[in-house]
């Protein structure tokens, strides 16, 4: 079992439509919640945390499921930037190393 | 913010040949550095953690012996790629944390390497 999947889209949506995704994890054990983007041939950036309480960053909000182990990420008002490949990330443990899911790709069409 | 830089951003080299590819933290020291590798619609798989002042770590199926790692300084880590083959073919990319942010992790821009 791969220690964090998400389903791959794409997820084709209009300017201005909401989208939600999210991704399950495997290690229990896993303490510190990521959100990365990833634009085509570029490196990984981060877009939030993600907090036990779920957290809000402009447009985007993030919620943790710690029982079920998986983690969501809705966008809101998607704009024709928000295109990319968005990746969850979750470290392994108490190491800093990272775990990272294969991607969602979101394409906002105008 | 943090800044972390790689280099060369592409390189294609012949099957047989060493290739080298640098990670540096432009404006904070690292004492620990992370390398990846991302092959096509796939996720980043750790590599490695790179130590500086020790023995870089690996992770399970990774050879030591192909994939070398030197952290010269706080600044600095290298991964040389040996005796590339077509299958080494990837992206590979490096990270740093930043003391004081926590563990928020930032990405060199990656190095392309394509063995002929």
């Known amino acids: 079992r791969k220690e964090v999947e998400q389903d791959p889209g794409p997820f084709n949506v209009p300017e201005g439509a909401t989208v939600a995704f999210n991704c399950t994890y495997s290690n229990s054990a896993s303490q510190s919640f990521f959100w990365y983007r990833q634009d085509c041939r570029k490196e990984p950036k981060l877009l939030m945390s993600?907090?036990?309480s779920g957290n809000e960053d402009g447009r985007f909000t993030a919620q943790l499921n710690r029982a079920s182990q998986y983690i969501s990420l809705l966008i809101r008002d998607s704009k024709l930037s928000d295109s990319a490949t968005y990746l969850c990330v979750v470290n392994r443990g108490r190491d800093y190393k990272l775990s990272f899911g294969a991607g969602t790709t979101v394409t906002v069409r105008a | 913010g943090a800044v972390v830089s790689q280099h060369p951003s592409r390189v294609i080299c012949k099957s047989g040949t060493s290739v080298k590819i640098e990670c540096r933290s432009l404006d904070f020291q690292a004492t620990t550095m992370f390398w990846y590798r991302q092959f096509p619609k796939q996720s980043l798989m750790l590599m490695a953690t790179s130590n500086e002042g020790s023995k870089a770590t690996y992770e399970q199926g990774v050879e030591k012996d192909k994939f070398l790692i030197n952290h010269a300084s706080l600044t600095l880590s290298t991964l040389t790629v040996t005796s590339a083959h077509p299958e080494d073919s990837s992206f590979y990319i490096c990270?740093?944390?930043?003391?004081?942010?926590?563990?928020?992790?930032?990405f060199g821009p990656g190095t392309r390497l394509t063995v002929l």
């Open positions: 990270s740093a944390f930043p003391p004081g942010r926590g563990n928020e992790q930032f």
């Open positions: 993600v907090y036990s």
